[in-house]
């Protein structure tokens, strides 16, 4: 059984090139949980047209906010246009702010063989890993 929960992170491709490039250091949430704590491990599932894991990193901290304190906090780390970014939290009062480090690129594990040999399904936006998927993460991101 695992110590500490990890999660898993749908990201979209576009966002997800700009992670591994370092340049995008903070990935945004309409909603989260407050039960993930920072240090938790996150496996990086890139969506559709990907639609593999494609990563690991750790999540160093979570900012609950209103979206204008996240853009004011986070409008360069999260490589958004302002326009992109209030569309995105249009409508909430609170967003989330997850800012991640020690992100690794892992072998691209695609959506049908995690099917067929883990009857995984991935999340829409994310969801804690089963004690059955955390084969999902990779020996570097276990401690």
């Known amino acids: 059984m695992p110590k500490q929960k990890a999660i898993i992170?749908?990201?979209k491709p576009e966002w997800i090139k700009l992670i591994?490039?370092?340049k995008k250091s903070v990935e945004l949430r309409r909603s989260f949980t407050q039960k993930v704590e920072a240090g938790t491990k996150a496996v990086i599932y890139s969506s559709a047209?990907?639609?593999a894991i494609v990563g690991v990193a750790t999540i160093e901290k979570i900012d609950f906010s209103s979206p204008k304190q996240l853009w004011d906090r986070y409008s360069q780390s999260s490589m958004a246009?302002?326009?992109q970014f209030f569309n995105y939290f249009k409508g909430k009062d609170i967003g989330v702010a997850l800012s991640l480090q020690n992100v690794k690129s892992t072998p691209?594990?695609?959506l049908d063989i995690l099917r067929k040999k883990h009857k995984f399904y991935p999340p829409v936006s994310w969801r804690f890993l089963k004690d059955t998927e955390?084969?999902?993460l990779s020996e570097n991101a276990q401690e």
């Open 9 to 11: 992170i749908s990201i």
């Open 20 to 22: 591994f490039a370092g």
């Open 49 to 51: 047209p990907t639609s």
């Open 81 to 83: 246009t302002q326009d």
């Open 108 to 110: 691209s594990t695609p």
């Open 134 to 136: 955390y084969h999902l």
